[in-house]
C-alpha cells in the first residue's frame, strides 16, 4: 500500500523558529526499515533505473513509474537509527535521482537538508511568504539543493521560467553545469523533453524540439501530475535561465522560481542584493497576489570594505517575520531563517545532527584564535551558533575595546558564566495593561513579544502620586531608562528602530563591595526593546508601559519630538527626565524633558559606555545590545543603525542623575535617639 501524505493529526515541528506541519504517520509495520535494528536502520538509495525497469513489462514498468511519481509528491516514511523520519517528496527525488557532478554519485542523506526542504514546502503555502533570506554556516552545500529545488518545480510544471543568480558568472556557470550534469542523468520518465540536454548557454529549455521525437521513451513519459503522454511529448515550455549579478537582472520578466546563492559574498558595485531585491520582488506579482518565489542562501563576509554585512543586515532587519505590516507581509515580503552551526552543522553516521561534535569542532577553531578578535568574529561568522554571530566585525572604527565584548557574547551564546554556572538569560515577553491604557501593567512570556528583560522590578508599577494628584515614579534611586526615538521618516534610506534600555543601578544593600560583575545584581541592563511600529505613537505606549513596570525616569533623545507629548497627555509627564545637571555644566540648566543630541553629549555617553565595559561587561547578558556594540562606529550611519547603544548611552546618562537617599535606620541606641529628639 502507497502512503498517502495527509494532516489530520495537527503534528507538527519546530525548525529555526517556524512551527512546521508534519505529515501523519503511517502504522509502524509500513514504515522503511521497521524491525530492523537500529544500527542497521540508515537511509539507501532506491532509484528505479532504466535498467531495472527493462526486466520488466509494459504494465509492470508503467505501475513502477507511477509509484516514484506517488513518491515525488507524498514523500516516504523511514526509520533513521530509531527515528522515524518523514522525507517529503522533493528530498526523495534529489536524494535518489539527483547525481552531483563534483563526485559523480547520488547525494548522502543528511536529516537537516530534510528540515529545509519541511521549511519550503511550507512557506511556499504562504501567500504572504514571497521567499527566504537563510543564512548558515559553512559545510551545508545548500547550493546544491537550492539548485535541485529549481529544477525538481521547472521540470513537472507548464509555462514557468527559473532564474539562478551567484556571487560572479563563473560560479553561476558552475550552477548551471551542476543541473544540467543531473538532468542528463535523469531517468526519461522524470527527464522532461527538451530540444538540447546540453545547452551551451542559458537557458535550459523544458520545450519542444525543433524535431518531432516519436521513440519509445518519449512517448512512455509520464507526467503525473495529469497523465498526457501527447502533450507532454510537446514539452512543458518551462525554462531555467542564468545571469550574472548585475542590477536590473531579471527586471521585466516574470520568475516563479529566483535563487539567489551567497549573496553575502556579491560586489555591491555590480548588484546591490537590497536594492535589488524590491525590483525583483514586482516581477512575482500577478494581479494582486505572488505567483514566485525566491531563495536567498549564503553565509556572510566581511568583505568590499564591510559593504557586503551593511547591505545584508538592512535586508535581513526588513524580513523578520514577527514584524509584518498590515497586509501580513515582512517589510521585505522575504522570511529570514537562520540556521544554527551548533545544531545542524556536522552530523553522525546516520545522517543526523552531531551537536556534540558541532560543539567541540568550533571550540578548536576558537582556540586556533589564540585570542585575537579580528579571527575570533570571523569565526563566529563561518560558524555561527547565534543570529547575532552572523554579523559580527572586526570594525577597526570602534570606540570599544572588542576583545572583551566578544568574550561575553560567547558566555552568553553558551549559557555559562565566568565560574561555570548557569547564566540566567533573558526572558522575551510582552507588557499588558492590567485593567485599562494608562494604569498599572504586568509581564507575559511571548515568544514574539517586543521586551527582553533579565530580572523582575523590585516593585512592579509603584507609582506614586503627588499632593496634585500627579502620578510620579517611586523606584527612580534603583531604575532609570534610557530611550533612542524615532519620528516617520526614513534616515539615510534605512527606518530605524526605536530602542529602549532600561539600567538598574548600583545597590550596595544587594551587592555589596567588591563583587565580581558577573555576580552582581545590580549596576547592569535588565530590559531592553527594539522595535519599529508603523505609528510613532504606539511605540510611545510601549515606552509608557514600560517606565510604569519599572517605576522609574525617561530620558530620551529630544531631537525628534512628540514622546514628551504623549506622555503629558496621558498624565505622565512627570516620568519624563530633564537632562541631568552633571552633563550642563557651563550652560543655563535645563528645563525641558529629555536630551538634545550634540557631539558633545554623543562623547559622554560614549566615554560612559567606554567605561562601563571596561569594568562590567560581564554583566550584560543581551545579545542584542553585545552585537551591537561589536559594530558600533560613532559617526552618524553607526549611530542611526545602533539604536540600541544610542539608548543605552542615554541610560548611562540619566544613572548619574542624583536621587534623594533612601531614609534608613539612624546609628546610635534608639531609646537615646528618642530622647534627643524629645530635647
Not at 507581509?329 to 545532527?353: A, N
Not at 565580581?516 to 519599529?532: D, F, G, H, L, T
Request: with cysteine.
Amino acid at each position: 500500500m502507497m502512503y498517502e501524505k495527509t494532516y489530520k493529526k495537527g503534528n507538527s515541528i519546530r525548525f529555526c523558529g517556524y512551527d512546521i506541519p508534519l505529515p501523519d504517520m503511517p502504522p509502524k509495520r509500513e514504515i522503511i526499515n521497521y524491525g530492523k535494528k537500529k544500527h542497521l536502520q540508515k537511509f539507501v538509495h532506491t532509484p528505479l533505473t532504466e535498467e531495472t525497469l527493462a526486466k520488466y513489462d509494459l504494465k509492470t514498468q508503467e505501475r513502477l513509474i507511477l509509484q516514484e511519481w506517488h513518491k515525488r509528491e507524498h514523500g516516504i516514511w523511514i526509520y533513521i537509527n530509531g527515528k522515524p523520519v518523514y522525507i517529503p517528496g522533493a528530498q526523495y527525488h534529489f536524494l535518489n535521482y539527483w547525481y552531483l557532478l563534483q563526485v559523480g554519485t547520488l547525494p548522502k542523506f543528511y536529516y537537516r537538508n530534510t528540515l529545509v526542504y519541511y521549511l519550503l514546502d511550507y512557506l511556499l503555502e504562504d501567500p504572504n511568504c514571497y521567499g527566504i533570506m537563510l543564512t548558515k554556516g559553512r559545510r551545508f552545500n545548500m547550493t546544491e539543493i537550492t539548485n535541485h529545488h529549481a529544477y525538481e518545480y521547472q521540470s513537472r510544471t507548464r509555462n514557468t521560467n527559473s532564474l539562478l543568480l551567484n556571487k560572479n558568472e563563473e560560479d553561476v556557470k558552475d550552477d548551471f553545469k551542476r543541473i544540467l550534469y543531473a538532468h542528463q542523468r535523469m531517468p526519461y520518465f522524470f527527464k522532461p523533453i527538451s530540444p538540447n540536454d546540453n545547452p551551451a548557454s542559458s537557458p535550459l529549455a523544458f520545450d519542444q524540439p525543433t524535431k518531432r521525437n516519436t521513440s519509445k521513451d518519449v512517448n512512455r513519459t509520464y507526467n503525473y501530475f495529469g497523465v498526457d503522454t501527447e502533450k507532454h511529448a510537446d514539452g512543458l515550455s518551462s525554462y531555467i535561465h542564468y545571469k550574472s549579478t548585475t542590477e536590473n537582472v531579471g527586471d521585466g520578466k516574470a520568475f516563479q522560481r529566483v535563487r539567489i546563492s551567497e549573496y553575502g559574498k556579491i560586489d555591491p558595485s555590480s548588484m546591490n542584493i537590497h536594492d535589488h531585491w524590491f525590483v525583483l520582488k514586482p516581477t512575482m506579482i500577478r494581479d494582486g497576489e505572488r505567483v514566485g518565489f525566491a531563495i536567498y542562501e549564503s553565509t556572510i563576509e566581511e568583505m568590499y570594505g564591510g559593504k557586503t554585512l551593511e547591505i545584508c543586515k538592512k535586508l535581513w532587519n526588513k524580513s523578520d517575520p514577527r514584524k509584518r505590516l498590515e497586509n501580513g507581509q515582512t517589510e521585505s515580503g522575504l522570511y529570514r531563517v537562520f540556521i544554527p552551526f551548533d545544531k545542524y552543522g556536522l552530523s553522525d553516521e546516520f545522517g543526523m545532527p552531531d551537536e556534540e561534535r558541532a560543539k567541540k569542532f568550533i571550540e578548536s577553531e576558537i582556540a586556533s584564535a589564540k585570542g585575537n578578535a579580528g579571527d575570533m568574529l570571523a569565526i563566529k561568522r563561518k560558524y555561527p551558533i547565534r543570529e547575532s554571530d552572523v554579523w559580527a566585525t572586526a570594525n577597526n572604527k570602534s570606540p570599544f575595546n572588542l576583545l572583551p565584548i566578544a568574550s561575553q557574547m560567547e558566555h552568553v551564546n553558551a549559557g555559562i558564566e565566568r565560574d561555570g554556572s548557569r547564566m540566567m538569560l533573558p526572558r522575551r515577553g510582552d507588557l499588558l495593561w492590567v485593567d485599562q491604557p494608562n494604569g498599572n501593567v504586568r509581564w507575559v512570556d511571548s515568544e514574539n513579544g517586543r521586551f527582553l528583560r533579565t530580572q523582575e522590578p523590585r516593585s512592579v508599577s509603584a507609582s506614586v502620586f503627588d499632593h496634585k494628584g500627579r502620578r510620579r515614579p517611586s523606584m527612580g534611586h534603583l531604575y532609570c531608562m534610557g530611550v533612542d526615538p524615532y519620528n516617520t521618516q526614513v534616515d539615510e534610506g534605512r527606518k530605524s528602530d526605536g530602542a529602549a534600555v532600561v539600567f538598574k543601578k548600583y545597590d550596595f544593600l544587594e551587592d555589596g563591595e567588591g563583587i565580581e560583575p558577573y555576580k552582581m545584581k545590580s549596576n547592569q541592563p535588565v530590559m531592553i526593546y527594539a522595535y519599529r511600529h508603523e505609528n510613532p505613537e504606539m511605540f510611545y505606549e510601549d515606552m509608557m508601559k514600560m517606565a510604569i513596570y519599572w517605576s522609574c525616569e525617561v530620558l530620551y533623545e529630544n531631537n525628534r519630538s512628540g514622546m514628551d507629548l504623549y506622555f503629558n497627555r496621558n498624565g505622565l509627564g512627570k516620568y519624563m527626565m530633564i537632562q541631568p545637571s552633571e552633563f550642563t555644566a557651563g550652560s543655563r540648566p535645563k528645563t525641558t524633558p529629555g536630551a538634545f543630541t550634540t557631539e558633545k553629549l554623543i562623547n559622554q555617553y560614549v566615554e560612559y559606555i567606554k567605561m562601563y565595559l571596561a569594568e562590567n561587561v560581564q554583566s550584560i547578558r543581551f545579545i542584542e545590545l553585545l552585537q551591537q556594540l561589536s559594530t558600533f562606529t560613532q559617526d552618524k550611519r553607526g549611530r542611526l543603525t545602533h539604536d540600541l547603544v544610542v539608548a543605552f548611552g542615554f541610560a548611562l546618562l540619566a544613572a548619574e542623575k542624583r536621587h534623594q537617599k533612601i531614609d534608613v535606620e539612624p546609628e546610635g541606641n534608639f531609646s537615646d535617639w528618642v530622647n534627643e529628639y524629645k530635647a
